[in-house]
């Protein structure tokens, strides 16, 4: 391992950037002196590499050089770090640059030909290709990132290209529309009561809609009483697991090892999922308030919300949210003067979809490459900083205030026997009303395809991908199929994280494989052999079938990518490989893709 400095100086600004962030240089050249004390800084490095992306729009050798003196990580590792996340650029580039997601719902609602315009009238330094930026509903979408003293970052679409150049010409967008929730109004909204009815800048207003009501009624239950109330409840995790949250709250209370944490992961970026962003930026009071009622109920006194990086709204928010809160007494060292102790802290993401994982993003969170660990041990007893650790999604959370508003047993009794309560699904694609969804478990697919107007245009359906990359196809016969895991299981697909993106006639299904092999290629974090080869002989495979230069014969080619799916499955350490080929996988069976008789 490289240990030796890195000699090119720092400028002063780059200091300072750092600085602010660590505080001022000690007088011993700020190197700690102690390997207890280069494992306590180590946390602060994916922090310490934003404070200077955003200021300067890269990290530069010296910029980096002096990050590992403050910190004491030797460079080798440092760089490591940085070069794992793709928004961290280290090649001097325009501090002015705008993401184009070319991925699944933006590439089939027309981003190739952005971006062929964008080659033709910009160089590529200005601009680049993003996998999903979870701007779905509003597809096809992008994101100006523009550094400096006061940077900007912001989200947009649908993108022409001249929405682009005003981006990068003015470092700005037009202000945005809020979310795009098509049954706003809608009194039968559970999770998605407060969205577009109460500010979500404003303490005062989330009170006024029911806010911190769960979480008194926490107090006077006591931690027992809620994971109580939680396991009544069978609400299950909602970011594709689907493991009962009441168990685990019940597992990491009761671990002996102190401290415990509480860890919300907010790194959504299944390729058309963006319930967790819509949550987060209309409501994060919400999601504070559950991560504190986590807290207690589990005996943690610190919480980190790890944010996508592609979210600069949501974090802008919900840290907004998390100051008031603390001005208010909703967090701090005596919550609403019970003697409750609890805060928050967010870490940002930096673009790795592997980090969705959750010991990945243990790994993110303290300041290494973010690689999944084998389990077990699992978090409930060897979690973040290796101790125990409550890891929930955004809707997950969001879920448990509504058990404790309703009670165990009342939110049970909504929804289905196995998966209770209501789910959010992200609409997009070529349907009708685009956007996010909430609707009890058990709802038929056709019934909520019907809720969002149908298919666009009343054109045809070819097929709908359920549960994102990293689901399956369902074809026009399957639309009766209730939305509850275990329905979904029997016709070979998965609910996952709630995508539902729509196809119709008109669109071409082996170019969006191709794009869905590219994903989980560059996504691949590397670590395992079956993940690493298997996705990108995928790639190469896929790329062959579309291309109609198989290896071979096309019997031969897709007997191959079936075994090379299953290895995947067998042998990957973590879910990225274990589902690399399924959506894949469904599409050559369901809907005999490559063979001669199939729509391309």
């Known amino acids: 391992m490289d240990t030796h400095p890195i000699r090119t100086p720092p400028s002063e600004e780059e200091r300072r950037a750092v600085d602010a962030l660590l505080g001022p240089e000690p007088d011993d050249g700020g190197l700690p002196s102690a390997v207890s004390e280069v494992r306590s800084q180590r946390h602060a490095l994916l922090p310490a590499l934003h404070a200077v992306q955003s200021r300067f729009g890269w990290v530069s050798p010296g910029a980096l050089g002096y990050i590992c003196r403050r910190l004491g990580v030797p460079p080798a590792e440092a760089f490591g770090v940085a070069s794992f996340y793709a928004m961290f650029a280290l090649q001097r580039r325009p501090p002015t640059v705008v993401h184009v997601c070319d991925d699944i719902a933006c590439k089939a609602a027309g981003a190739d030909a952005i971006l062929s315009q964008l080659e033709a009238g910009h160089g590529e330094s200005t601009w680049t290709r993003s996998p999903c930026l979870g701007l779905c509903e509003r597809a096809p979408a992008a994101l100006v990132v523009a550094a400096g003293p ?34 706003a109004g809608d009194p039968g909204l559970r999770l998605l009561r407060r969205v577009g009815r109460a500010d979500p800048r404003r303490l005062d207003d989330y009170r006024a809609h029911g ?34 949250t009441g168990k685990k709250w019940e597992a990491v209370s009761q671990a002996p090892v102190r401290p415990h944490y509480v860890v919300c992961n907010a790194d959504e970026s299944e390729p058309g999922t963006f319930k967790d962003r819509i949550l987060m930026e209309e409501d994060p009071f919400a999601v504070v308030e559950a991560m504190t009622l986590a807290g207690f109920a589990t005996g943690s006194e610190r919480g980190y919300l790890y944010v996508r990086g592609e979210y600069p709204l949501a974090t802008e928010r919900l840290a907004s949210a998390i100051a008031q ?17 609890f805060d928050v802290e967010i870490r940002r993401g930096a673009g790795a979809y592997i980090c969705g994982e959750e010991t990945a993003l243990f790994n993110s969170i303290e300041g290494f490459r973010g690689e999944p660990r084998n389990k077990p041990p699992f978090p409930v007893s060897v979690g973040l900083f290796g101790k ?28 289905a026997a196995g998966s209770t309560g209501t789910k959010l699904f992200c ?61 979904t299981r029997r016709i070979g697909a998965s609910i996952g994280s709630g995508v539902v993106m729509v196809f119709d006639d008109t669109v071409s299904l082996v170019p969006l494989l191709q794009r869905m092999a590219a994903f989980f290629r560059d996504e691949s974090c590397g670590q395992c052999v079956p993940c690493r080869v298997g996705t990108v002989r995928q790639e190469e495979l896929v790329t062959r079938l579309a291309e109609r230069r198989p290896l071979g014969s096309v019997a031969g080619e897709l007997a191959l990518l079936k075994e090379l799916g299953q290895a995947m499955r067998d042998a990957s350490i973590c879910g990225l490989g274990q589902t690399a080929s399924t959506a894949i996988e469904s599409a050559v069976a369901k809907l005999k893709l490559f063979r001669g008789d199939a729509p391309s």
């Open 427 to 487: 609409l997009s694609g070529k349907v009708a009303r685009p956007g996010l969804y909430e609707v009890p478990f058990g709802t038929r697919l056709d019934a909520l395809l019907a809720l969002a107007g149908g298919v666009a245009d009343g054109r045809p359906l070819q097929a709908v991908l359920l549960g994102g990359a990293a689901g399956a196809f369902v074809t026009p016969e399957e639309l009766s199929v209730p939305l509850t895991f275990e329905d």
């Open 388 to 415: 125990p650790t409550c890891v929930n999604n955004v809707e997950t959370l969001v879920g448990a205030l509504d058990v404790l508003a309703s009670g165990g047993q009342a939110y049970a009794a909504v929804g």
């Open 150 to 183: 006061a940077p900007f970052e912001r989200g947009f679409g649908p993108v022409t290209l001249e929405s682009v150049n005003q981006a990068l010409a003015h470092h700005r967008v037009d202000e945005q529309p809020g979310a795009v929730l098509p049954q």
């Open 325 to 341: 809160a603390r001005v208010r007494g909703y967090l701090g060292d005596d919550i609403l003067g019970r003697g409750v102790r």
């Open 211 to 244: 806010g911190y009501d769960a979480l008194r009624r926490a107090l006077e239950l006591g931690p027992s009483g809620v994971v109580r109330e939680m396991n009544d409840s069978k609400l299950v995790g909602r970011g594709g697991a689907a493991f009962p």
